[in-house]
């Protein structure tokens, strides 16, 4: 059972889906883990307080890349109120990873980058 999970995480790795530059974004941000060097822009489009897109681009390690995924995956579709309730202890929980300490950081980058995001556009 491990083995098939760390398969389906270097599968994650190897070929997100959810990598790359969405055009007709309305939300962007982008963060930087100062402890490794991560570097991660987050474009997100959202109609009528609903996230119906999401991308994510940059520079960044295996633990980062995998969290983007699984968090943005799970954030379309979902209302903004429902995104801003994603916690960093709900990610580590979908996420499934044992981490050390400086690795949560990697984790929770991409949601610090939409919670970011979030804030600047209710603040339009």
């Known amino acids: ?12 790795y190897k070929n ?6 969405l055009s ?10 100062p402890m490794c060097g991560d570097d991660i822009s987050v474009q997100m ?5 609903v996230i119906k897109d999401a991308k994510f681009d940059g520079s960044a390690c295996l633990v980062s890349i995998v ?3 699984v968090l943005l995956d799970f954030l379309v579709g979902k209302s903004l ?14 996420l499934k ?3 050390t300490t400086t690795r949560v950081g990697c984790a929770t980058l991409a949601l610090t980058a939409i919670q ?5 556009h209710e603040e339009k």
């Open 1 to 12: 059972m491990l083995d098939l999970y760390r398969e389906e995480i270097m599968d994650i």
């Open 116 to 120: 970011k995001a979030i804030e600047e």
């Open 97 to 99: 990873l044992n981490l």
């Open 45 to 49: 489009k959202v109609e009528k307080g």
């Open 67 to 69: 969290a983007s995924e």
């Open 81 to 94: 109120k429902e995104a801003k309730s994603v916690t960093k202890e709900k990610l580590l929980d979908m």
């Open 24 to 33: 007709d974004a309305n939300v962007t941000t982008a963060k930087k883990n």
């Open 16 to 21: 997100p889906s959810r990598k790359g530059r």
